[in-house]
């Protein structure tokens, strides 16, 4: 299986902060990497799919990038609606593992 | 409008089997694969698997394989999980989940699932 190693496990940042999380896969995924945000009680929502495009409706502010086997997310300017839980997810091959996931809270 | 509504869940006695079931809207439910995913209570989130369009193929997690089948009635927009000897582990919350393909664009409410005697 491939693992994803997601970091880090939690985060406290301010208004308008550049706020960057991490997934590093085990081995090649290519650009097979998705991101998801979790709001606190409800169900998880697509962000980036593809390692850098954006999903229909996603704030602009958000971004996706790769470097090799590692890929990250960035919040250019932290908005209080950002709050939630982030994951990663390998879509290379079955199993189609998630990062342990990121708490994001407002400092 | 895209709905994926859960169904089936509920407090369950280790070793039972449970079926959830998921009926899809707003988009031609044949044409996609669809996927479960599951969340612990501790927020730890794990692909569960999937079913190709017509039903033909599936993939699994390993380590569900044993006790899990996914299948689903395109005639009824409906995907199925039929979940066999329950641990206290599977307690999780259940989501049923349209594939792009690859990501998972649209997620339903969720399930619960309590495993306990």
Partial sequence: DIQMTQSPASLSASLEEIVTITCQASQDIGNWLAWYQQKPGKSPQLLI???????????????????????SLKISRL???????????????????????TKLEIK | EV?????????????ASLKLSCVASGF??????????????????????????????????????NRFTISRDNAKSTLYLQ???VRSED????????????????WGQGVMVTVSS
């Avoid at chain 1, 908005?79 to 996931?101: N, R």
């Avoid at chain 2, 709905?3 to 070793?15: D, F, R």
Wanted: hydrophobic share 25%; aromatic share 16%; charged share 15%.
């Fill in chain 2, 28 to 65: 031609t439910f044949s044409d996609y694969w669809m996927s479960w995913v599951r969340q612990t209570p501790g927020k730890t989130m794990e692909w569960i698997g999937d079913i190709k369009y017509d039903g033909s193929y599936t993939n699994y997690a390993p380590s569900l394989k």
């Fill in chain 2, 91 to 106: 307690t999780a919350t259940y989501y049923c989940t349209k594939d792009y393909p690859g990501p998972l664009d649209y």
């Fill in chain 1, 79 to 101: 908005q209080v609606e950002d709050i939630g839980i982030y994951y990663c997810q390998q879509a290379s091959s079955a199993p189609f593992t998630f990062g342990s996931g």
């Fill in chain 2, 3 to 15: 709905q994926l509504v859960e169904s089936g869940g509920g407090l369950v006695q280790p070793g």
């Fill in chain 2, 83 to 85: 979940m066999s000897n």
């Fill in chain 1, 49 to 71: 799919y593809g390692a850098t495009s954006l999903a229909d409706g996603v704030p602009s502010r958000f971004s996706g990038s790769r470097s090799g086997t590692q890929y």
